[in-house]
T-cell receptor
Framework: DSGVTQTPKHLITATGQRVTLRCSPR?????VYWYQQSLDQGLQFLIQ???????AKGNILERFSAQQFPDLHSELNLSSLELGDSALYFC??????????????FGPGTRLTVL | QKEVEQDPGPLSVPEGAIVSLNCTYS??????FMWYRQYSRKGPELLMY????GNKEDGRFTAQVDKSSKYISLFIRDSQPSDSATYLC???????????FGKGTTLSVSS
């Protein structure tokens, strides 16, 4: 158990809908990262937050957004869902970016199925 | 060319074998190298973390980084059926920044 929690475990929804994925980082970790894992693309970085502020963006679609709250939990919002958004979504956390030895610990993931 | 290349396998070995897993990369700015293990339908679990070139050993696992060749390896000695999983290499240019992952190698260890 990495200490990172994600809810829900599974999500089944229809095209065009909107969903929210939630992540709680490990105790003491200030940075949260979101990744998407699909069979064809592998694990891809979406976005990073540090202490409530957006720090870096990766291959995140405009239909997707995220935020990190004062209690450091984070939410990833996916809207106007398409079939191709079906994937595993992982949250990872780390203590502090740019700190030597800083490593990312992953949560169990949310499996999103868009029908 | 993808930034990180990893042979997807699958790789099948008998129990007790030495396993070698490898990744190549193209970005010379990468300095931090990691190996994650992912069991089916689970999150990636950090196995090894290495900064710059060199070797690191932890129990049955040894990670090697050769920056001159842009090549990293993970060796598993005395492999066990419980080692059956997908192994992902990951790397970044700075600590605590976005990780770039290989696609993973699926390993199966038979008893």
């Amino acid at each position: 158990d990495s200490g990172v929690t994600q809810t829900p475990k599974h999500l089944i929804t229809a095209t065009g809908q909107r969903v929210t994925l939630r992540c709680s980082p490990r105790s003491g970790d200030l940075s949260v990262y979101w990744y998407q894992q699909s069979l064809d693309q592998g694990l891809q970085f979406l976005i990073q937050y540090y202490n409530g502020e957006e720090r870096a963006k990766g291959n995140i679609l405009e239909r997707f957004s995220a935020q990190q709250f004062p209690d450091l939990h984070s939410e990833l919002n996916l809207s106007s869902l398409e079939l191709g958004d079906s994937a595993l979504y992982f949250c990872a956390s780390s203590v502090r970016p740019l700190l030597a030895g800083d490593t990312q610990y992953f949560g169990p993931g949310t499996r999103l199925t868009v029908l | 060319q993808k930034e990180v290349e990893q042979d997807p396998g699958p790789l099948s070995v008998p129990e007790g074998a030495i396993v070698s897993l490898n990744c190549t990369y193209s970005n010379s700015a990468f300095q931090y190298f990691m190996w994650y293990r992912q069991y089916s339908r689970k999150g990636p679990e950090l196995l090894m973390y290495t900064y710059s070139s060199g070797n690191k050993e932890d129990g049955r696992f040894t990670a090697q980084v050769d920056k001159s060749s842009k090549y990293i390896s993970l060796f598993i000695r005395d492999s066990q059926p419980s080692d059956s999983a997908t192994y992902l290499c990951a790397m970044s240019g700075q600590a605590g920044t976005a990780l770039i992952f290989g696609k993973g190698t699926t390993l199966s260890v038979s008893s």
